[in-house]
């Protein structure tokens, strides 16, 4: 019985460190090599050639960060390519307000897979600009933004 508490004790933290330590990053430059492996080295596996793009971290070495796209892509990055993140896709069609609320004025309709810099989230909205439009998004059902 004990074996079996202390067993899920274990995993339960696992879990949550595993969780907790989920990174998102964004690209710094429009051209990116993306590596086989953690190091200068390594064969260049493909390029990225979007700035702001949002990467999931979920390895590192040394000065490597190993990534993962929405498209389920990854690979290793050098973390000078590499910065906070400050953008989100969105994984849906969304409308753009005025303000952080549903009663507010839209502003526009944003695509699925639009490409959007945060400016800041608030509950359960992210500020945010594109090429074109700045306003409020809902934040749910966008990739690159842990809740």
Not at 44 to 58: A, G, M, S, T
Not at 121 to 129: A, G, S
Not at 137 to 143: F, K, L, T, V
Request: overall charge positive.
């Amino acid at each position: 019985m004990y074996k079996i508490i202390y067993t899920l004790i274990c995993l339960t933290i696992f879990i949550s460190s595993s969780i907790a330590e989920e990174t998102f990053v964004s690209l710094k430059k429009n051209k990116v090599n993306v590596r086989y492996g953690p190091s200068f080295e390594s064969d260049i596996k493909f390029v990225y050639k979007k700035i702001n793009l949002p990467l999931k971290q979920i390895d590192k070495k040394e000065n490597f960060r190993r990534i993962i796209d929405l498209k389920n892509n990854s690979g290793w990055i050098h973390i000078s390519q590499l910065k906070k993140n400050n953008s989100v896709i969105t994984l849906q069609n969304k409308v753009l307000f005025k303000k952080p609320s549903s009663f507010a004025k839209p502003v526009a309709q944003i695509e699925k897979g639009r490409l959007l810099i945060v400016d800041k989230c608030q509950e359960k909205w992210c500020k945010i600009k594109s090429e074109d439009y700045e306003g409020w998004i809902r934040a749910n059902n966008i990739w690159g933004l842990i809740n």
